[in-house]
């Protein structure tokens, strides 16, 4: 029986992932939570797996410099896997090659060998012709989504955003005032801790488990202060999260309004709100009511009127690309038009419960104008006592966050 390691786990991640049902992030979570593995392996198994993934375009081309004939899926598998660690991960190459090679089985070992080896003599040719190609083979990314970065951003900084997607994701938490102070939580994490460029926000050498137990922190990107900066929530007020789970921003709310007036936390999906809830209970958030809710079915009028309502709508996601490894390859461009016209139903639904000069903020994590600006017109005209106040946005090649958009919109009538 061959012995787990931080390999196997990685191959056998590619092949449920291949299958197509699940998202890589779950796959790879059950993984290694049942691999046994020590910290150190399994953030190697991380990086196979994901590195493959972030890569696959690129991988399969050299594959097909160094092999015309068939290869089964489980065969191009496991040399992608050896050609990451070779050309991308610099593994030194006897233990990329031999330790690949034990993985398949033995009609295959000699097929699997063979290959990489060929591809270690053939490297510096093999780096050169990879040079040559299109972005979306030098990058890895669908040439539908290079294509509309280009119309949108222009052709270097579509380039910047590939990059940006294939680097592997910082990890950044939010102090949680409601619990803890900046000066004591630095004086109790701060071997792993060192401040990022955006207030309440830190960055970590690693998940700090003890404070996220604690409900001292909570992992965000600091882009996330878009839309809570916006909306502004006072003490006393009453406030919407329409769509809220996993609670990030409905903590900040929370703590933003010093834990003072009304916050009710809404979720369609009872799983999630479930998570909302336990999130929004560690970290001490007293006045906020999780309930599930679907807006593309029902309002809520019974809950009205709202002085501030913030609607972080289901998105594309195309801002934390870098952090959802495997979106890119889901997504389609129908998707696009798909989403942007469940968020316009999602507000329309909510505006009703805005109070006369009420603000309400939409947001999104997506870097579409037909999800972020195209929706705001649309939400004007449909609304003429709305007015527009302020726009912001986070563009990852500029801003160094992840990508999110938000709108300020005012209730004059």
């Known amino acids: ?147 509309r970065w280009t119309k949108n951003f222009g052709p270097e900084e579509a380039a910047k955003l590939c990059e940006w997607n294939n680097r592997p994701a910082p990890i950044y ?25 955006a207030p309440n926000f830190i960055r970590l050498a690693d998940v700090p488990s003890e404070a996220l137990a604690a409900g001292h922190c909570y992992i965000q990107d600091p882009s996330t202060l878009a839309a809570c900066s916006l909306l502004d929530p006072q003490p006393g007020e009453r406030v919407l999260d329409a769509c809220a789970a996993p609670g990030g921003k409905t903590s900040f709310i929370a703590e933003l309004m010093k834990n003072d007036g009304v916050l009710l936390a809404c979720d369609r999906d009872e799983g999630r709100v479930e998570m909302l809830s336990d999130n929004l ?47 890119r390859w889901r997504l389609t461009p129908d998707d696009f038009p798909r989403m942007a016209a469940e968020q316009f139903h999602i507000v329309r639904e909510i505006v009703p419960l805005l109070k006369r000069s009420g603000v309400l903020v939409y947001s999104t994590c997506s870097l579409e104008p037909e999800e972020n600006e195209e929706v705001v017109n649309a939400i004007l005209k449909e609304f003429p006592f709305l007015r527009l106040d302020e726009q912001k946005s986070v563009v990852p090649f500029r801003d160094g966050f992840d990508g999110a958009y938000a709108a300020k919109l005012i209730r004059q009538l």
């Open 281 to 327: 209970k560690r970290l001490g958030v007293e006045i906020a009511r999780a309930i599930r809710h679907d807006w593309t079915k029902q309002t809520l009028e019974g809950q009205a009127p709202f002085d501030r309502i913030l609607i972080d709508v289901p998105c594309s996601n195309t801002g934390v690309m870098r952090r959802r490894v495997d979106l």
């Open 1 to 147: 029986m061959r012995k787990i390691n931080s390999r196997c786990v990685a191959l056998a991640a590619l092949e449920e992932w291949r299958a197509g049902r699940k998202f890589a992030d779950a796959i790879l979570g059950e993984r290694l939570r049942s691999s046994g593995l020590d910290a150190a392996d399994r953030a190697f198994a991380t990086e196979l797996f994901y590195g493959v993934l972030r890569n696959i375009t690129l991988l399969d081309f050299w594959l097909s410099q160094l092999r015309s004939g068939h290869l089964d899926h489980d065969s191009r598998d496991l040399l992608r896997l050896g050609l990451y660690q070779l050309f991308l991960l610099q593994t030194p190459e006897h233990a990329a090659i031999y330790e690949t090679v034990e993985l398949a089985n033995r009609r295959n070992r000699a097929l699997i060998n063979g290959v990489l080896r060929n591809a270690v003599r053939g490297k510096a040719d093999l780096l050169h012709k990879a040079d040559a190609e299109k972005l979306s083979v030098r990058r890895s990314h669908p040439q539908f989504l290079i294509d």
């Open 173 to 197: 938490a939010r102090l949680n005032r409601l619990k803890i102070s900046d000066e004591d939580f630095l004086g109790r994490y701060g071997d792993i801790a060192q401040s990022a460029a």
